[in-house]
């Protein structure tokens, strides 16, 4: 993955805390047969495997995050027992450290860009 010269400080290979979140949506999803898409399997492999993403993906991943935070209002979501789709989607995407990392990092990128 070829990165921006202008992003050459910056550290896409995901925290500890987001392959974590995107492991436990990974398996959630296995035991329960519902929440993600292809995408947001996908993604949940890189994650998972701290696979350095895209700059193009943390734009994505914080735009999922802005989109979905509606999906915590929902019913079971943080029930590992029995989660909402929306909640095994939210981890797949790395949870709550994904959603803070990517705008983190998006910051940074937007700092970057000038």
């Keep these: 993955m070829a990165v921006p ?3 050459a400080d910056i550290d896409f290979r995901p925290p500890d805390a ?14 329960h047969g519902r929440g993600g898409t292809p995408v947001g399997l996908a993604r949940a492999r890189d994650l998972k ?14 735009a999922y995050f802005a989109r979905h935070a509606v999906d915590k ?24 450290p994904g959603r803070d990392w990517a705008q983190r990092i998006k910051r940074r990128m937007d700092e970057a860009d000038g």
């Design 5 to 7: 010269k202008k992003y």
């Design 73 to 96: 209002k929902a019913k079971n979501f943080g029930d590992d027992a029995d989660p909402s789709a929306g909640y095994v989607a939210w981890l797949l995407w790395g949870g709550d």
């Design 49 to 62: 495997n701290r696979q350095p993403v895209s700059p193009q993906t943390v734009r994505r991943m914080d």
């Design 18 to 31: 987001v392959a974590a979140q995107a492991e436990k949506g990974l398996r959630l999803r296995r035991e």
